[in-house]
């Protein structure tokens, strides 16, 4: 891993920074600082050159807003950024949450305690809650829309610190006195939480920094360290979960300020200041370090005092607040990738999988192999295989080299009980080395074999390809080693940090500077060597006279291995260092056939040496595999432009590669030299080249000649302008033809003489339409469909446009039974247009479908209709159906609109008197009551209409109208002569309609009114319980001082049957103490004689007054047919028994 600084901001006034945060997603930096001062800035790569991309395009601020809003020093800023807020607090206590409207930021939110200074503040994985510290104790638990979750005060503690666990279900609480609380997400405490770390460490210390990765972007490995814990001191633990036992340690030895995970968790930055020992001043640093404690690297910055450092999303860049400046430092990550037989092996980790995810990308063919690996530690490649060196179990010490070809076929996994922390691989070997061990392996691989020979090459290969060397032993080569794991156990005071191998030579560096240099394959120390830097990368030339060393520091030098030189001693020593040396170097390769030419990357740019001199630098092309022209390749280029074909032919003799052959054959196609250049194809073996050549030989004329060379080269315009020139526009609309151009078919087409092909313009204006239709330019593809007369996509363009009418015109211009119009039909259906799916589906005769979407869509008396037209025997038993499953679901009311819907009255009517009947039996309501008996009676009503209008359809033109509803009538008769409330379907509605009225003249005063109506309810005793009924009438018939029928009522109530004896003993009593005082006889016995007396000549009731009506002047309800009298009707708008609208 390699990091230097990239780029500096300064911030004006020399306001000097507090904290600064990163927004992973979206881009966004914020620093806060002194005076208030709040920033948002931007950086963003604004380049036209293609070839820089990535860290190597400059970067400019694209945004630097300053957002006012505070007045105290801004010490925390964090981001919210599945919500895009920003939320900051200053030193008075005051939070702002921030968010982004139109391209600038501006205040949603803001809260003031006023009591104390917010410590800290942290969201949630999801970004659904933020927590918040304060220094005195306080804690605050609240929600994204700012509402409050949860308050508490922690008495007697000073918080600093606070963080969610991935699953929002731990907060930890960091004390100021260096303790940190585990608290569930209600605020309950759980335990204290035990810091290995700072065993034996005396004195105060207090905490720099928690942060907990959230797994976001998948782990390194299950069960990775991702909990980091930092102290002022320098000390660390790095946890798998809050009660980790076992945590990982790490002493910084410095002073820190601030950690945080890169976006994987696979490196964790930690800064702060050292001191420095040649100098008396401190120096910033920020240290680099695995999940695992392993130390990857130290990055030194300028300035006086860093006080914060936030990672970029993508983790190749680092911000670090210094005094009042920004400081951004570029990181390139030791990735885990290879290269091998045109494939290029890389992985990475997924959110959704624990494992890696290794991809086998075939640059050639463009084809892409999965495979996932469990805790894989490095890919090494070389020629046509490679290396997965992995953990062989989580709990086990054990570890697999697995050798797998170009397409992740694992051909041979080896076990071995030593850290494979350096691999490098050969043609015939694979070294692994820990750091006190180095392991060899001379594998072999059966090439065009079947499954059983390598079988048997497996079962009979002899042992012994396997060793183990200690780095401390001095192999002689000559006598064999063994594969004894004890060697790894022991210990070196010096270890291995880098290894490097040819066909021939191995090569392992040690801490110390040591190179030794060892004979393969029998393995024998040849040479040591002594070197003044600690070598982290090691690569030998094609020819292993040559090592290349880059340090910890990404320095870049060079160790002639052979050279013999006098040293300072005047002894001759084998090996002499190079004078050639680079700075800031993290990557380089040696050419495979030239031993003097290699490539370095030097930051953001890429260098290619001969013989140690520099060409010029070479900026990555747009393309993600990058092809670099040697200088042989361009000097051929320049001879064949200056010179010739010929002369450039004896150069390219004399300095054969299949790449400057492809060369001049190129060039001796542009100048028609058929015979130079099908010679030049055969000798880079290039097949298609020659059969070219070849039908050129056929063509008769030059200029055809040379448009085809011109199409070869890739030259379309000028080739489609040669085959115009010659008056071959078929050829020229041919070329476009194949490369598929279809908007110049289409103009060639057009603007040619004679008639077009229509064929071949229907085709044209279709291929346009499909390529506006892939970019979804619904619009655009319409017009285009409806030239090239695609009915079918027109459908589907019309339909994502949800331009309905335009997609009932299509469906009523295709001729019938047409095969689109049930397409089109189902899309009327998914968007609820009935109407529509009927008429389509009826134009391709499926009437079975009709009825079916008018079901779907719940317009039963349209699939009525349709039914009984297309003599469908089913609807009748498919609303039984649809009933009964609403019913079973106890869905009454559902089935009463379903059939009522579907004109099916009477069915709903019979369902609303069950619903009645059972309202009336709870007692509930009574008024709630009379609606429902309104309802099945207005149902029976419409029953009624429905018969006498079947029977006029019927009788029509053959019989009066007053014959047919009688027919009509009759025909009713016959089919409901077992029901009861078809013959008086009002009566339920009038039983509780007078008792309702009763009971309300009684209670406003009008006790002759009252008693007149009570009356009334006794001839609904098998709707309202005789109990109630009588009970009024009697109370009714004492307010009204109507002994007589008061004493009736009593008498009635005391035979009951339904009455237990408790109960007829109390009216009883009731009745002695009424008529011990009134003597039981009516004092206006007249009135009440033909209202008691009832039979069978009954005048017709007033549903107002509850009056009998004796004038002929009355008016009677075109509905319910109830009567009014005629002075009473004026007080009303609507009809007092079923509430329709008086006419």
Known sequence: MFFYLSKKIAIPNNVKLKCISWNKDQGFIACGGEDGLLKVLKLETQTDDAKLRGLAAPSNLSMNQTLEGHSGSVQVVTWNEQYQKLTTSDQNGLIIVWMLYKGSWYEEMINNRNKSVVRSMSWNADGQKICIVYEDGAVIVGSVDGNRIWGKDLKGIQLCHVAWSADSKILLF???????????????????MKLNCLVNVTGAVSIAGIHWYHGTEGYVEPHCPCLAICFDNGRCQIMRHENDQNPVLIDSGMYVVGIQWNHTGSVLAVAGSQKAITQDKDVNTVQFYTPFGEHLGTLKVPGKQMSALSWEGGGLKVALAVDSFIYFANIRPDYKWGYCSNTVVYAYTRPD?????????????????????????????????????????ENHPQ?????????????????????????????????????????????????KLTALEINQIT????????????????????????????????????????ITASDKTLI???????????????????????????????????????????????????????????????????????????????????????????????????????NLDPENPEYPDKDYIINFEIRSLRDSRALIEKVGIEDASQFIEDNPHPRLWRLLAEAALQKLDLHTAEQAFVRCKDYQGIKFVKCLGNLQSESMKQAEVAAYFGRFEEAERMYLDMDRRDLAIGLRLKLGDWFRVLQLLKTGSGDADDSLLEQAHNAIGDYFADRQKWLNAVQYYVQGRNQERLAECYYMLEDYEGLENLANSLPENHKLLP???????????????????????????????????????????????????????????????LLEKNKILDAIELYRKASYFYDAAKLMFKIADEEAKKRTKPLRVKKLYVLSAL?????????????????????????????????????STTSRFTDNAWRGAEAYHFFILAQRQLYEGYVDNALKTALHLRDYEDIIPAVEIYSLLALCACASRAFGTCSK??????????????????????????????????????????????GEGKLPTCVATGNPVTEYQFWTCSVCKHCVLAQEISNYNFCPLCHSAVG
């Open 353 to 393: 999988r624990p494992e890696y995810c290794v991809i086998f990308w075939d640059t050639k063919n463009n084809e892409k192999y999965v495979k996932y690996v469990k805790s894989l530690i490095s890919i090494t490649t070389c020629g046509d295989f490679c290396i997965l060196a992995t953990k062989a179990d």
């Open 508 to 610: 392992v560096s040690r801490e110390s500077g040591t190179i030794q240099r060892y004979s393969l394959p029998n393995v024998g120390l040849i040479q040591k060597y002594s070197l003044n830097c600690r070598a982290y990368q090691l690569s030998l030339n094609c020819n292993s006279s040559r090592l290349a060393i880059i340090d910890i520091s990404g320095v870049l030098t060079f160790f002639d291995l052979d050279a013999r030189v006098t040293d300072s001693t005047g002894q001759q020593v084998i090996g002499e260092l190079l004078k050639l040396e680079r700075k800031d170097v993290w990557d380089m390769k040696w050419a495979k056939d030239n031993p003097d030419l290699f490539a370095v990357m030097e930051k953001t740019r890429m260098y290619v040496f001969r």
């Open 399 to 447: 570890f697999v080299l697995v050798l797998c070809n170009s397409i992740g076929t694992p051909l041979d996994p080896k076990y071995i009980d030593l850290v494979p922390l350096f691999v490098t691989m050969t043609k015939t070997h694979v070294i692994a080395a820990s750091k006190e061990a180095f392991y060899t392996w001379q594998y072999r691989v059966a090439k």
């Open 823 to 885: 397409e089109i039909a189902q899309m009327f259906v998914r968007a609820g247009m009935c109407e529509q799916a009927v008429t389509a589906f009826l134009k391709c005769n499926q009437p079975k479908a009709a009825v079916d979407t008018c079901v779907h869509l719940n317009r039963w008396n349209k699939a009525v209709e349709l039914a009984k037209s297309h003599n469908m025997k089913e609807i009748g038993s498919l609303l039984a159906r649809y009933a009964s499953h």
């Open 459 to 498: 079962r009979s290969r002899k042992e012994g390809r396997e060793r183990i060397y200690h780095v401390d032993d001095t192999p002689s080569g000559s006598v064999d080693g063994v594969l004894d794991y004890s060697k790894a156990i022991q210990g070196t005071r010096d270890p291995i940090c880098a």
């Open 939 to 975: 149902l029976i009503e419409q029953y009624h209409e429905q018969m006498k209008n079947a029977q006029r359809g019927k009788v029509k033109g053959k019989s009066s109208e007053a014959t047919s509803a009688l027919a009509g009538l009759l025909e009713e008769e016959v089919l």
């Open 1049 to 1094: 009522a009593f008498i009635k109530l005391e035979s009951l049957e339904t009455l237990s004896l408790e109960q007829k003993q109390q009216y009883e009593n009731l009745a002695l103490e009424i008529f011990t005082k009134h003597t039981p006889k009516d004092n206006r016995k007249s009135e009440l004689d033909s209202l008691l007396e009832g």
């Open 174 to 192: 960091g004390m100021a006195n260096g303790e940190i609380h585990i608290y569930d997400n209600q605020g309950n405490f759980i335990m204290k």
